[in-house]
């Protein structure tokens, strides 16, 4: 089982402003998920990064991972207020995937 | 193509009573999964289907919980007596293949909100 630990746990921003969440886990991994939850929804898989991958680009999302840190990053440029959701990565290996409690992302107009 | 499919969306009920949710994943895909989300927590993983096997229950509590998915499509998550730490959202989850080893993404339904007083 991979699980993902993010942080900081709270981000505060304004709109127009970048937003970067960090992602770190425990052992290998296939990929590396970043996930969104708009408050009362279900996740909605945002972007994978494989391992072999080092950075990966969709829209305004950016993400990087490192497995010799065992990290990720989720960058969103040009926030805006429909960014306001919680984020939550999760490695993905043979096991099941185990989310950690996730950035809460507050983008303020 | 429709997603996966949660009901009900709220569930009201009182302690001791027993509740079921419905899920129904998107069709053809064999990877179903149940999870627990409590206000402000990360989902937490319940039970895993590969097709109509639970190959991981671990985090299942059996002696109130029980799931089946019967045929390897629509699956059901009982809870027999309700506590009223059960209060939660119960999300459903499915994958066309088992996490991780092909595209690893998972498509999550809206969640059943249950409320136990």
């Known amino acids: 089982s991979q699980q993902g630990e993010e942080d900081p746990q709270a981000l505060s921003i304004q709109e127009g402003e970048n937003a970067t969440m960090n992602c770190s886990y425990k052992t290998s991994i296939n990929n590396l998920q970043w996930y969104r939850q708009n408050s009362g929804r279900g996740l909605v898989h945002l972007i994978l990064?494989?391992?072999?991958?080092r950075e990966k680009h969709s829209g305004r999302l950016r993400v990087t991972l490192d497995t010799s840190k065992k990290s990720s990053s989720l960058l969103i440029t040009a926030s805006r207020a429909a960014d306001t959701a919680s984020y939550f990565c999760v490695g993905g290996s043979q096991g099941n995937l185990i989310f950690g409690k996730g950035t809460k992302l507050s983008v303020k107009p | 193509e429709a997603g996966v499919v949660q009901s009900p969306r709220y569930k009201i009920i009182e302690k001791k009573q027993p509740v079921a949710f419905w899920c129904n994943p998107i069709s053809g895909h064999n990877t179903l999964y149940w999870y627990r989300q409590n206000l402000g927590q990360g989902p937490e993983l319940l039970i895993r289907y590969e097709n109509e096997e639970a190959v991981d229950d671990s985090q299942l509590p059996k002696d109130r919980f029980s799931a089946e998915r019967l045929k390897g499509v629509d699956s059901t998550l009982k809870i027999q007596p309700a506590e009223l730490g059960d209060s939660a959202v119960y999300l459903c989850a499915s994958s066309p293949s088992r996490a991780g080893v092909n595209t690893g993404e998972l498509f999550f339904g809206e969640g059943s909100r249950l409320t136990v007083l």
């Open positions: 990064i494989r391992s072999n991958e």
